[in-house]
């Protein structure tokens, strides 16, 4: 079965300093690979995907993603967290017998205190 | 363009009442998910509609929810009768191409 998982439900970082939120998949195949943001009383905001090519993937208010294929990981990192970075991250994938549905992680709650 | 809406955003119902959750996608997609997020656990799939078909409803719960996509347009996701774990958050998502997903922003359902 396919499965995403997020190890960390928390990260506290300090305004300024590198964010990364980690993720890892197990999919068969060639996984399509998301992150998603949640804001408090807003709906999930895409931020960046990795269908195939350049294993960095750069996507929406300067978070990037790289692609690992032998360690099956997709962590997000951002170089200097904002304290509007706060929000809820979750990670998903979609590919093998699931079909187009997407698989999501449990989520990880980040924090940047100013 | 309009993105995809979620309505009620919030509802609080009885254990055993009926509660509807409708969904309007972007205009065009032909493919309509409904996911949800039960007690701060992951987000899981509910059902994907192809225009007005049901593709896939493997994650539909039970017997209790109904989902119906009228004409290829908006969805309705009928919980009946409503039960305690039913609370979360419901998201419906839309998309043409297949991998890049809109969501709405989310119904929050409590039953009490």
């Known amino acids: 079965a396919q499965s995403v998982a997020q190890p960390e439900d928390q990260v506290n970082v300090a305004e300024g300093n590198p964010l990364t939120v980690k993720c890892t998949y197990s999919?068969?195949?060639?996984?399509?690979l998301f992150w998603y943001v949640q804001y408090p009383n807003r709906g999930l905001q895409f931020l960046l995907k990795y269908i195939t090519g350049d294993n960095l993937v750069k996507g929406s208010y300067g978070f990037e993603a790289e692609f690992n294929k032998s360690q099956t990981s997709f962590h997000l990192k951002k170089p200097s967290a904002l304290v509007s970075d706060s929000a809820l991250y979750f990670c998903a994938a979609r590919g093998g017998a699931a079909g187009n549905k997407l698989t999501f992680g449990g989520g990880t709650r980040v924090l940047v205190k100013p | 363009e309009a993105g995809v809406t979620q309505f009620p955003s919030h509802s609080v119902i009885e254990k055993g009442q009926t509660v509807t959750l409708r969904c309007d996608p972007i205009?065009?997609?032909?493919?309509l998910y409904w996911y949800r997020r039960v007690m701060g656990k992951e987000i899981k799939f509910l059902l994907h509609?192809?225009?007005?078909?049901?593709?896939?409803e493997s994650g539909m719960p039970n017997n209790r929810f109904l989902a119906e996509r009228t004409g290829g347009t908006y969805s309705t996701l009928k919980v009946q009768p409503a039960e305690l774990e039913d609370s979360g958050v419901y998201f419906c998502?839309?998309?043409?191409?297949?991998?890049?997903?809109?969501f709405g922003s989310g119904t929050r359902l409590t039953v009490v």
């Open positions: 509609f192809v225009k007005e078909s049901k593709q896939d």
């Open positions: 998502a839309s998309s043409q191409q297949g991998y890049g997903y809109t």
């Open positions: 205009s065009g997609h032909d493919n």
């Open positions: 999919v068969s195949g060639n996984p399509y």
